[in-house]
């Protein structure tokens, strides 16, 4: 049976203070609130992670992530930090791939392919963003678009490293838009990558994959979105810096 996750990415937003307040909130509503069979996560700037460990460890509900790791073990990366850095604060699963570090930092699939080796080696949780751009959609070619990212940075894992995979699909034009996919577009295409995954890994491996929708998803649609039997939960950017909005959504189910 796959998770039900919903996590918040913070992205570049909150000072340690502000953080730590926004931590402690979740958490405290999470642990009265939530049922137990839906998963938080909290992605957090890496100033922040060490702290927030302390206050995630107070529930069995909330864990932790990191938005992006060094595809290196260890050395002279000046400005990165190290998949055994996180592992040392409790870390649990790391956002690869999101469409920002995509763009703006040009990370390539082959790129990470290695983040999401090194990641899984460490026995942390890759949850690896896809997602096409708004030409992409209008060229038609969203779903080819799609599918090869997954096939160029995860089709090289085997199947038991596969099931330790999340996967976020965030069409870029729905991200911090304030448009986000009907739930009928996000549906149509979580169940194109789930038949991609059951076409190279078999249908079981396919059905045992938490596949998340991220963009623009808000307490107001995400009961919609997470009522289609694809998506299993959802990444949370704007909505997520805000304890009772990221709550209502992990209320949604
Ligand atoms: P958004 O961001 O919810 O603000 O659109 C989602 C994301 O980038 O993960």
Same mark, same amino acid.
């Given at each position: 049976m796959r998770k039900r996750i919903v996590a918040g990415n913070?992205?570049? &937003?909150?000072?340690l203070d502000e953080g730590l307040a926004l931590a402690t909130e979740v958490v405290n509503i999470v642990n009265d609130?939530? &049922?137990?069979d839906v998963m938080a996560i909290l992605c957090t700037p890496f100033v922040h992670l060490s702290q927030v460990a302390k206050i995630v460890s107070?529930?069995?509900?909330v864990f932790l992530a990191a938005q992006n790791v060094s595809e290196?073990?260890?050395?002279?990366?000046?400005g990165e930090v190290s998949v055994d850095m996180l592992k040392s604060i409790d870390v649990t699963h790391v956002i690869l791939g999101h469409s920002e570090r995509r763009e703006?930092?040009?990370?390539?699939n082959a790129q990470l392919a290695a983040k999401v080796d090194i990641v899984l080696a460490g026995n942390l949780n890759p949850i690896f963003c896809c997602g096409e751009s708004l030409e992409v959609r209008e060229s038609g070619n969203h779903a080819a678009f799609v599918t090869n990212q997954l096939e160029e940075s995860?089709?090289?894992?085997?199947s038991a490293e596969m099931l330790n995979v999340v996967i976020a699909y965030e069409p870029i034009w729905a991200i911090g838009t304030g448009v986000t996919a009907s739930s009928d577009q996000a549906q149509e295409m979580h169940k194109t990558i789930r038949s991609f995954l059951a076409s190279k890994y078999g249908q079981s491996v396919a059905d045992d994959i938490t596949i998340l929708y991220g963009g623009s998803a808000k307490p107001s649609n995400a009961p919609e979105l997470f009522s289609?039997?694809?998506?299993?939960?959802g990444l949370i950017?704007?909505?997520?810096?805000k304890a009772r909005d990221f709550v209502d959504i992990l209320k949604s189910y």
């Open positions: 913070w992205k570049m &937003n909150k000072t609130e939530v &049922n137990d107070g529930s069995e509900k290196h073990a260890s050395g002279a990366y000046t703006y930092y040009h990370e390539t995860l089709f090289h894992l085997s289609k039997p694809d998506v299993d939960g950017g704007g909505a997520s810096l």
